[in-house]
């Protein structure tokens, strides 16, 4: 919005000329997010102390999580805002593909806004059933899925799947494809919701995330630099940069009060709508399969989860100390603050190698 007024101004002085490179309003969204957040947040943390709105703990996690108890909550408001702002003020508003991450960013935004006011209404980690919130999830999945879809039109790659590591090869999903997106939306959000159980933890691996995909969407929307990796082209994503900048700029805000020990928590309003904002990014870019590699963190986390389960059911025994796994290096000694480092130290080395396969093709 803001760089479109700035660019007409391009015949007055040839500086205005800068608002046309995505790249130099990348890093406007990323400093826009970054500050918005940084200076909302005490005001919002006030507010939320104010109102009541409070972390409720589950009995069952660490017995030493209990002194969190009581901490504001729902400050993902802060990151879906920043996030927001920055984009529109930054992006191309006359691309649809951008209208379209906003969108589903909010839409999971907003299931995990109702989850936390519910929990918080209750005051117990209670909020909407699975059923439910999987019900919402699936239905903004679809439509997600019929967006890109359309937008694609007749380009090769439409409805289609790109596989890493092999150069050009794409496999038509015809009739999967919408329920391909949905598994992708699906998985990426409730992944980021259970890592998100320490301090920093899955807002500080996001931005890593996030980082690795600017560089992703940028790239697909060169043919040149396209053509020359053997990536699928796709016009105008590279908008979307503007996008994960600002998750970026907007996690990083969120980081200064939500590290060891935290002021406030993102709760799922803010893990929901990272978690789906990453998955659509990734949808867009034709880069959905290597979402595995570069959040290999939040794949662990929800894989641990499941093989806890799955080997409780079957036989009775525990696989992991707690799970997801940062509870389990918790109970191995580990401290808060270890952990999380740490686990950014993963997160890193998986967007890194995410970010070899340009080349491994």
Not at 210 to 227: L, P, Q
Request: aromatic share 10%; net charge positive.
């Amino acid at each position: 919005m803001l760089s479109s007024l700035l660019i007409r101004f391009a015949d007055v002085w040839f500086g205005f000329n800068v608002f046309r490179y995505i790249t130099f309003r990348t890093g406007l969204a990323i400093a826009t997010a970054f500050f918005v957040s940084l200076i909302a947040g005490p005001w919002l943390i006030a507010q939320l102390r104010a109102m009541q709105i409070r972390q409720s703990i589950r009995r069952e996690g660490p017995e030493h999580h209990q002194i969190k108890a009581g901490t504001p909550t729902m400050g993902g408001v802060l990151i879906v805002g920043s996030v927001v702002a920055a984009t529109l003020l930054w992006a191309n508003l006359g691309n649809p593909l951008v209208w379209t991450v906003l969108a589903v960013t909010t839409a999971f935004a907003g299931i995990g806004f109702l989850d936390d006011w519910l929990k918080v209404r209750r005051q117990r980690n209670l909020g909407l059933t699975a059923r439910q919130k999987l019900g919402l999830q699936i239905l903004v999945g679809l439509a997600a899925g019929w967006t890109v879809r359309f937008l694609a039109g007749d380009a090769a790659h439409a409805g289609a799947l790109a596989v890493p590591f092999f150069k050009g090869v794409l496999i038509p999903l015809g009739l999967l494809y919408l329920p391909f997106v949905v598994v992708v939306l699906i998985g990426a959000s409730n992944a980021v919701n259970l890592t998100d159980g320490l301090d920093g933890l899955a807002v500080g691996a996001m931005a890593i995330a996030a980082a690795t995909y600017t560089i992703f969407v940028y790239v697909a929307d060169h043919a040149r630099i396209a053509d020359y990796l053997r990536i699928v082209a796709v016009p105008g994503a590279g908008e979307v940069a503007v996008f994960t900048g600002a998750i970026v700029g907007a996690a990083l805000g969120f980081l200064w009060f939500n590290c060891h020990p935290a002021a406030v928590f993102m709760g799922d309003v803010g893990s929901l709508a990272l978690g789906g904002g990453i998955g659509i990014v990734a949808v867009v870019a034709k880069q959905e399969l290597l979402l595995v590699l570069v959040g290999g963190l939040f794949v662990l986390e929800a894989l641990s989860v499941m093989i806890q389960v799955a080997s409780f059911k079957l036989r009775g025994k525990r696989v992991f100390r707690m799970a997801p796994l940062h509870h389990h290096f918790e109970l191995l000694g580990w401290a808060e603050t270890q952990v999380v480092i740490r686990f950014w130290i993963v997160a890193v080395v998986f967007a890194l190698a995410g970010l070899a396969t340009l080349k491994l093709r």
